[in-house]
């Protein structure tokens, strides 16, 4: 069956810092991931998407990685600031996709 | 930056009641969805739609729900009769296409009680 989850529920980091939350999937038919953004009170906010035939993809100060052969994802984020605290979620869909498959969720707590 | 908008924020009802769950999403977009997310649970997918009809639903989405886009601008979410579990925080979603990313709205925090 379908599922996408994450490792690590909580991330406490340092401002400044780098911060990278990891992602598992297992539906090797997946070929589009997301990773989303939810703060406190909000909706998931998009923050930087991967096709499958990419291994990388960069944004402002985030980075998706995409390892197909263990089926992992992760997201990168450079000088970790405390508008950085949220919950992350990572998402799988396939080309075409009517329906996104979301991770559990990771927390990432940013201390002044 | 145009975003997806859903009112009410909070809705709170008793169980065997009817809601409608409104949302306005972004005014190019052609294709709008509806999640949930139970607390302390994942976010899941329930439905789909495009050009008027529902194009994919969850096994969630049961006889109980239904959806409608009554005019040029509103996407409803309507549940007939509310069970206890139905209470979560519903999110409305739209996107350009199929394969372009999801704009979701603030959520309307459903309490059946």
Same mark, same amino acid.
């Given at each position: 069956?379908?599922?996408?989850?994450?490792?690590?529920?909580?991330?406490?980091?340092?401002?400044?810092?780098?911060?990278?939350?990891?992602?598992?999937?297992?539906?090797? %038919?997946?070929?589009?991931?997301?990773?989303?953004?939810?703060?406190?009170?909000?909706?998931?906010?998009?923050?930087?998407?991967?096709?499958?035939?990419?291994?990388?993809?960069?944004?402002?100060?985030?980075?998706?990685?995409?390892?197909?052969?263990?089926?992992?994802?992760?997201?990168?984020?450079?000088?970790?600031?405390?508008?950085?605290?949220?919950?992350?979620?990572?998402?799988? %869909?396939?080309?075409?996709?009517?329906?996104?498959?979301?991770?559990? !969720?990771?927390?990432?707590?940013?201390?002044? | 930056?145009?975003?997806?908008?859903?009112?009410?924020?909070?809705?709170?009802?008793?169980?065997?009641?009817?809601?409608?769950?409104?949302?306005?999403?972004?005014?190019?977009?052609?294709?709008?969805?509806?999640?949930?997310?139970?607390?302390?649970?994942?976010?899941?997918?329930?439905?789909?739609?495009?050009?008027?009809?529902?194009?994919?639903?969850?096994?969630?989405?049961?006889?109980?729900?239904?959806?409608?886009?009554?005019?040029?601008?509103?996407?409803?979410?309507?549940?007939?009769?509310?069970?206890?579990?139905?209470? %979560?925080?519903?999110?409305? %979603?739209?996107?350009? !296409?199929?394969?372009?990313?999801?704009?979701?709205?603030?959520?309307?925090?459903?309490?059946?009680?």
């Amino acid at each position: 069956g379908e599922s996408v989850g994450l490792h690590l529920p909580t991330l406490s980091v340092q401002e400044g810092d780098n911060s990278i939350i990891n992602c598992a999937y297992s539906n090797s %038919a997946s070929d589009y991931f997301i990773w989303y953004k939810q703060e406190s009170g909000k909706g998931p906010q998009f923050i930087i998407d991967i096709r499958s035939n990419m291994d990388k993809r960069q944004g402002q100060r985030v980075t998706v990685l995409l390892n197909k052969t263990v089926k992992h994802l992760s997201l990168q984020i450079a000088a970790t600031q405390p508008g950085d605290s949220a919950v992350y979620f990572c998402a799988e %869909a396939h080309t075409g996709f009517q329906k996104l498959v979301f991770g559990t !969720g990771t927390r990432l707590l940013v201390s002044p | 930056e145009p975003e997806v908008t859903q009112t009410p924020s909070h809705q709170v009802t008793q169980m065997g009641q009817e809601v409608i769950l409104r949302c306005v999403p972004i005014s190019n977009h052609l294709y709008f969805y509806w999640y949930r997310q139970i607390l302390g649970q994942k976010v899941e997918f329930l439905v789909s739609f495009y050009n008027n009809e529902i194009s994919e639903k969850s096994e969630i989405f049961d006889d109980q729900f239904s959806v409608e886009r009554p005019d040029g601008s509103n996407f409803t979410l309507k549940i007939r009769s509310t069970k206890l579990e139905d209470s %979560a925080m519903y999110f409305c %979603a739209s996107s350009q !296409g199929p394969d372009e990313k999801l704009f979701f709205g603030s959520g309307t925090q459903l309490s059946v009680l």
